[in-house]
């Protein structure tokens, strides 16, 4: 159903209301999973909850993965799952266009 029509992903995506849940991005990709997207969340049980009804009315498998910053992994760094949406926010600030560039570079 996704792939025949990739727009229903986005669309129950925009119809699932939890909380201060936002998706940031959704892309399409090769390999092992078919989509990827990358969703904001205030807490792991917020996205537990908005993955299960994402796959129950999307009729999806879904992979739940919460992202840590490389250099929190650091010996001694202190990994704190809500400084996430500030270290998203700025990797997101160059966003991709849907043309294979970054938002904000020119084309060449």
């Known amino acids: 159903m996704a792939l025949e029509d990739p727009d229903h992903v986005l669309q129950v995506q925009d119809d699932i209301a939890v909380g201060e849940t936002q998706v940031l991005s959704c892309y399409a990709i090769l390999g092992e999973y078919d989509f990827v997207s990358v969703v ?33 992994l650091e010996e001694g760094g202190d990994i704190d799952l809500r400084d996430l949406e500030t270290s998203l926010e700025r990797d997101m600030g160059e966003r991709d266009t849907g043309n294979g560039e970054a938002a904000g570079e020119p084309a060449s």
Request: proline share 9%.
């Open 40 to 72: 904001q969340a205030p807490d792991n049980d917020a996205i537990a909850r908005f993955s299960l009804e994402l796959g129950v009315r999307a009729g999806l498998h879904i992979a739940t993965m919460p992202a840590v910053p490389v250099g929190r």
